[in-house]
Nanobody, 126 residues
Framework: QVQLVESGGGLVQAGDSLRLSCAAS????????MGWFRQAPGKEREFVAA????????NYADSVKGRFTISRDNAKNTVYLQMNSLKPEDTAVYYC???????????????????WGQGTQVTVSS
């Protein structure tokens, strides 16, 4: 069992940066593939980034590649999402997610993740 709590969201201007954090509890965190998703009003939840259990492999949505960086610190049971050069279209509720499986099968599909945080709002003004 893994419990997830996101923080770090807020209101920023286009071009600014934010760093989201996801604090996890539960003894399986260090073995879990972790992901960030986002959901804008009226849209489906979409994949943003994912990181392997050891932090050695990462994957990103094309829309954020080169601007966002996912990382993790297993000693602190925390996953981060550094977001640079933010755009108005990045506005959404951002969710942290964990899955029991270590593998990368269907990692972009939100229904393959077992645990979710409550979300943190990111609003980017133009």
């Amino acid at each position: 069992q893994v419990q997830l709590v996101e923080s770090g969201g807020g209101l920023v201007q286009a071009g600014d940066s934010l760093r989201l954090s996801c604090a996890a509890s539960g003894r399986t965190f260090s073995s879990s593939l972790m992901g960030w998703f986002r959901q804008a009003p009226g849209k489906e939840r979409e994949f943003v980034a994912a990181i392997s259990w050891d932090g050695g492999t990462t994957n990103y949505a094309d829309s954020v590649k080169g601007r966002f960086t996912i990382s993790r610190d297993n000693a602190k049971n925390t996953v981060y999402l550094q977001m640079n050069s933010l755009k108005p279209e990045d506005t959404a509720v951002y969710y942290c997610a964990a899955r029991n499986a270590r593998g990368w099968g269907r990692f972009r599909d939100h229904d393959t993740y077992d645990y979710w945080g409550q979300g943190t709002q990111v609003t980017v003004s133009s």
